[in-house]
Nanobody
């Protein structure tokens, strides 16, 4: 049974930093692309950052230069370092794993989410 467990959210003042972690149980982590998505109240969920199994990364324009996604395959963990936080970064942040099964079928799995609140 694969599970994703996020941690590290909280309350921070604008301009501050937070680091999120997402630990994966199960055997899929090393082959999975990992995303951090977020959903603010009244808004659709959006991609924040992604990292492939070979550690290629991509970012939403709104977080480029401020957020950094990384992964440690030995620890089955993906991280999101968030610097220069803004009130508009306030949202629930979700970790997501995407991988292909034995016959090429796509799978995805979400974590439970962690709240990030940035005060002005």
């Amino acid at each position: 049974q694969v599970q994703l467990v996020e941690s590290g959210g909280g309350l921070v003042q604008a301009g501050g930093s937070l680091s999120l972690s997402c630990a994966a149980s199960g055997s899929i982590f090393s082959i999975a692309a990992m995303h951090w998505d977020r959903q603010a109240p009244g808004k659709q969920r959006e991609l924040v950052a992604g990292i492939t199994s070979s550690s290629s990364t991509n970012y939403a324009d709104s977080v480029k230069g401020r957020f950094t996604i990384s992964r440690d395959n030995a620890k089955n963990t993906v991280y999101l370092q968030m610097n220069s936080l803004k009130p508009e970064d306030t949202a629930i942040y979700y970790c997501k794993a995407l991988w292909l099964g034995a016959y090429g079928s796509p799978y995805e799995l979400w974590g439970q989410g962690t709240q990030v609140t940035v005060s002005s």
